[in-house]
């Protein structure tokens, strides 16, 4: 099976910057994550649980992109919504005392300081789950991207492959050359994101990142 970096060759021609086509395809994805509609982001999700031990999922990493939803386990071990609230609301859902005090049948959660915080706090056994878009690390070399579909996979291979022949149209400025390359690709890949249904028009692709 052909890498992405010889995919993308394909498309464009000689293009040697492998950093670059790496992360192109990373642009690619986050690119492809902001256009699709919810029923095809839902089959790129990936979760991680938070128990007494973590409580609390720090956002400051590469891997985690948007969070699509939070819930947590209550007393009877049904799973519950939890809804998003502002950091300076913290001190008042966990104060008893307070009307704004939430309980295990209403949880909530907030981010602060890139952490994400779930209230009441998960246990051992009444454990939270976070749902999220991964942002997969992506290699010039690999074939394959981890929780993308083909249809996706080609779209993020697309973006790439353009980014990639602007980037020769602009050391090179052979116009004549790389103009019709790049319209091409461009038409390929509107396409190829309306195929999916994508809620929002792909808003000139080569220029967004």
Do not use: W
């Not at 000689?14 to 256009?35: C, E, P, R």
């Not at 020769?168 to 004549?176: F, G, P």
């Amino acid at each position: 099976m052909a890498t992405f970096s010889e995919t993308i060759q394909d498309y464009v021609g000689d293009f040697q910057d492998t950093t670059a086509i790496s992360q192109f395809l990373i642009d690619g994805l986050k690119q492809l994550y902001n256009l699709l509609p919810p029923e095809k982001l839902a089959e790129c999700v990936s979760h991680t649980e938070l128990s007494n031990s973590p409580s609390t999922l720090s956002l400051n990493t590469a891997t985690i992109g948007p969070i699509l939803s939070v819930t947590r386990k209550d007393s009877k071990g049904f799973n519950q919504l939890c809804r998003q609230i502002t950091p300076a609301m913290a001190s008042r859902v966990s104060d008893t005392s307070d009307l704004m005090h939430v309980t295990d049948t209403d949880p909530v959660y907030f981010i602060k300081n890139s952490v994400l915080n779930v209230f009441p706090d998960p246990t051992a056994s009444q454990t939270a789950e976070v749902l999220f878009l991964p942002i997969t690390s992506i290699a010039h070399g690999d074939s394959s991207i981890n929780n993308l579909s083909n249809d996706m996979e080609y779209a993020v291979v697309l973006y790439a492959a353009i980014k990639c022949a602007e980037s020769l149209l602009a050391s090179e400025e052979d116009a004549e050359l790389y103009v019709p390359i790049i319209n091409s690709l461009k038409t390929d890949y509107a396409q190829a994101i309306q195929s999916m249904g994508a809620a929002r028009q792909q808003r000139g692709a080569a220029n967004e990142s």
